[in-house]
């Protein structure tokens, strides 16, 4: 069975300390991983994906990289506005439009 | 640029009654997804449409389904609504894959 696993279930960091998410997944064969930051009542909002091992992408204070069974999205010197639940998810070869979600990382960042 | 607008934002229906959500998905994005949100089960796939023809679906009962009308807009729609549908429900629209997929904020739908 498809599955994705996301760990630690929640994170509390003060501002500057820098740590990561992991993202473990188990599918038939990977289309594309995704990450989203989703934050109180709002949709997630897209932030990277990734399509095969060893690739690695960037955007501001995050980064996220890909092996075979997981991904990590690390997250250096986080500010409080990067407080959000951040959601991993994966695309199957052959499913069109369905991404398999995690049940999400709940970041907190204090100042 | 406008990004996937979903309507109502809130909703409350009582058991057994049907509703009807929409979905305006970003220009140009034929890909229209839909998902059930609750706090125990988290995101869910519920379908997928593209140029008006259900591509994938989830495995929600019967009495979950949708339409995409050619102007790539979508409809979901819930008949004999339970305590349990109460949810966020959230639409995703994709111009390719490769891009990725834009969600909207959301509907908000309680069943009491």
């Known amino acids: 069975e498809d599955q994705v696993t996301q760990s630690p279930e929640a994170l509390r960091l003060q501002e500057g300390e820098s740590s990561s998410l992991n993202c473990s997944y188990t599918?038939?064969?990977?289309?594309?991983l995704f990450w989203y930051r989703q934050d109180p009542g709002k949709g997630p909002e897209f932030l990277f994906t990734?399509?095969?091992a060893g690739e690695e992408k960037e955007k501001e204070r995050l980064k996220a990289t890909l092996t075979k069974k997981e991904s990590f999205l690390h997250i250096t010197a986080p500010k409080p506005e990067d407080s959000a639940t951040y959601l991993c998810?994966?695309?199957?070869?052959?499913?069109?439009?369905?991404?398999?979600f995690g049940k999400g990382t709940k970041l907190s960042v204090k100042p | 640029k406008a990004g996937v607008t979903q309507t109502p934002r809130y909703l409350i229906k009582t058991r057994g009654q049907q509703v009807t959500l929409s979905c305006s998905p970003i220009?140009?994005?034929?890909?229209v997804s839909w998902y059930q949100q609750t706090p125990g089960q988290g995101l869910q796939f519920l379908f997928e449409?593209?140029?008006?023809?259900?591509?994938n679906k989830g495995n929600f009962p019967g009495r979950f389904s949708g339409r995409q009308f050619s102007n790539s807009r979508s409809e979901m729609n819930v008949s004999t609504l339970e305590l349990g549908d109460s949810a966020l429900y959230l639409c995703?629209?994709?111009?390719?894959?490769?891009?990725?997929?834009?969600f909207g904020s959301g509907t908000r739908l309680t069943v009491v």
């Open positions: 995703a629209s994709s111009f390719d894959e490769v891009y990725g997929y834009t």
């Open positions: 599918v038939s064969g990977l289309r594309g």
């Open positions: 990734l399509y095969s």
């Open positions: 449409y593209f140029s008006e023809t259900q591509r």
């Open positions: 220009s140009g994005h034929r890909s």
């Open positions: 998810a994966v695309q199957v070869k052959g499913s069109q439009g369905n991404l398999i």
